[in-house]
Structures are given as structure tokens and as C-alpha cells.
């Protein structure tokens, strides 16, 4: 008789962890992988992360959920599981607005470079304006929620 190993997560496989070790993991799971494969491939349809992928890298599979933003790659604990959601969203309609028409959706005036919601919403290119703001970076025109990222 032949048994087959259930392949459900036990109580003594969940882990305990923290936002910085999942962040290495999906890291190391990335430099493991073939060259073609990258990170987004752990992001599940709600954008929380397989962590039954990344097992070996935690030493089992993590109680709680964690979450990333297949456009900026950042990852979030539980109680922020909607900024990568709105990351995503943004990050979309700001990349088509600036494609068509070369220009920043940006705050007129604006202490920081924050997105211009009313903007973009009017123009047609965002259909869910996020409850707090973002801004977009130097860095290849992504979006961050964190305006201590321009201090």
C-alpha cells in the first residue's frame, strides 16, 4: 500500500515572521530561479504572496498574509494589503497617461510630486481614486506611498 503525503500545511509547518524576512526570501526565491522567472510569479490574484513557495527560504509557511505590488515589487504585511492593490491600479493609468501624453499627472504646485487623482480619473484613466496619496519617484517613474522616500 503506498500512502501519499498530504500536501496541506500543518500547524507544525506554520512559522512566525517578519515583513524583512519575507522580503528576503522573495529576493533569494528570485536569484534561484532561471533567468525568465521573476518575483511576480508568487503573487497570487489578490495580490498576497504564495508563501508556500517560499518555505524552504522561511523554514515553513508563514501564519499571517503578506502582500505585493506586481508593478513596484513591494511587499506589505496584512494591514496594508491594499496599498499594493492601489499601486497597481495607479501605477497603470499614470504609465498610459504619461505614453500618451508625455506629461506627469502631477499636483500643480505640490510640495511633493503627488498624483493627481481628478486627473486622471477625468481624463478616463483611473476608475478608483486610492484613500490616501502617491507620488511618483525619480526612480523610472514609479509610485511610492511614502513621501519620507523624497526626505
Do not use: C
Request: hydrophobic content about 35%; overall charge negative; charged content about 30%.
Amino acid at each position: 500500500m503506498i500512502f501519499k503525503r498530504s500536501k496541506k500545511n500543518t500547524n507544525s509547518d506554520q512559522v512566525r515572521v517578519t515583513l524583512p524576512q519575507v522580503k528576503q526570501a522573495v529576493k533569494q526565491f528570485e536569484a534561484d530561479m532561471p533567468t525568465p522567472i521573476n518575483r511576480t510569479v508568487l503573487i497570487m490574484a489578490d495580490k498576497s504572496i504564495d508563501l508556500a513557495r517560499l518555505k524552504r527560504y522561511l523554514g515553513g509557511v508563514p501564519q499571517q498574509k503578506f502582500y505585493m505590488s506586481r508593478e513596484t515589487f513591494e511587499i506589505f504585511a496584512e494591514e496594508d494589503k491594499l496599498v499594493p492593490y492601489y499601486l497597481d491600479l495607479v501605477q497603470s493609468a499614470v504609465d498610459n497617461y504619461i505614453n500618451d501624453t508625455g506629461k506627469l499627472p502631477l499636483i500643480e504646485d505640490a510640495w511633493l510630486p503627488e498624483v493627481h487623482y481628478r486627473l486622471l480619473s477625468t481624463e478616463s484613466y483611473l476608475k478608483e481614486t486610492p484613500p490616501f496619496p502617491l507620488y511618483i519617484t525619480d526612480e523610472e517613474m514609479m509610485l511610492t506611498h511614502r513621501p519620507e522616500h523624497f526626505e
